[in-house]
């Protein structure tokens, strides 16, 4: 009985139906219709376009796109609730200091890459590294680990400050070159290649490096070293004052690992002020504040 109530109305349904499209045969039904793939813009999306994309020229992509990332790689999509407080992270320590020291906002607006990628977890790649950002010849930075934001999390904190004090240090030897002869303060101590992370902290700073990633190329070492110095409020006491009373060859290597890292920084700071006119002195001065 319960089908055959349901059969007839779907009949009565139909000839109704009919019924109506015969009456308007020669009217047109216009109503809009919305592309299945159309984003509607958010809240979110109108934060990002009046306080990035207009204000710094800075698209942030948050919306996975698989081509972010290479084809062997994996990685995790970013949550929707941990975008906002990720723009006011980068807002915080990385836009700020630069806009706080002379002649930071001009180099910020003027260097300031064309899109930032979110993405919700570190990449994961096949050699069994992970990447924890990336820089694409100055047009592109990518944060990964979106997902873990926590600001009370200093792990966390000091992570995405290094790579994103890194990654933007790259702009800059990708658009004014290394200082001159960096190359040639440790060039015994650069791995070969796929090699670095093989190393400890304490060896690569027996070479003269601020970590192991350092030792990888010039490039990277000119980027850990400008991040390490920004972020690392012991920067002081780890890689440039001298262990005292030595006694033993590796508490000499790490004193001349050390040497060799004040070497390294003094020609950055020096290369840093008069490339683009900041004082990197005045920039840690202001991240260290903002953190502390």
């Not at 970013?78 to 975008?83: A, D, H, I, K, Q």
């Not at 992570?159 to 240090?169: K, M, N, P, S």
């Amino acid at each position: 009985m319960f089908y055959i109530k349901k059969w007839s109305f779907s009949w009565v349904f139909l000839l109704l139906a009919i019924g109506q499209i015969s009456c308007y045969n020669n009217e047109e039904l216009n109503l809009p219709v919305t592309p299945p793939t159309a984003v509607v813009e958010s809240d979110l999306d109108k934060y990002i376009d009046n306080n990035f994309t207009k204000e710094f020229g800075m698209a942030i992509r948050y919306r996975f796109v698989d081509n972010y990332v290479g084809p062997t790689q994996r990685v995790t999509p970013p949550r929707l609730e941990s975008v906002r407080p990720m723009l006011d992270f980068i807002d915080e320590f990385w836009i700020g200091p630069y806009l706080e020291v002379k002649n930071g906002e001009e180099f910020f607006r003027n260097h300031v890459p064309a899109e930032i990628i979110f993405l919700g977890g570190l990449i994961f790649n096949e050699n069994g590294t992970v990447t924890l950002g990336t820089a694409d010849a100055g047009a592109r930075i990518t944060f990964t680990n979106v997902n873990a934001i926590d600001l009370a999390d200093e792990d966390w904190v000091l992570l995405q400050l290094q790579t994103v004090y890194h990654e933007f240090a790259h702009i800059v030897h990708q658009t004014y070159k290394l200082p001159p002869g960096f190359e040639t303060i440790s060039p015994q101590g650069y791995t070969s290649a796929g090699s670095w992370f093989v190393l400890s902290d304490d060896e690569a700073l027996r070479r003269g490096f601020v970590s192991p990633y350092a030792t990888s190329s010039p490039n990277e070492d000119f980027a850990e070293t400008v991040a390490f110095y920004l972020f690392d409020k012991d920067f002081q006491v780890k890689f440039i004052t001298l262990e005292d009373n030595c006694v033993s060859p590796e508490c000499e290597e790490r004193n001349a690992g050390r040497i060799k890292i004040s070497e390294k920084l003094n020609s950055i700071r020096s290369h840093y002020e008069k490339v683009t006119g900041v004082n990197l002195d005045d920039v840690r001065a202001s991240v260290q504040a903002r953190l502390n």
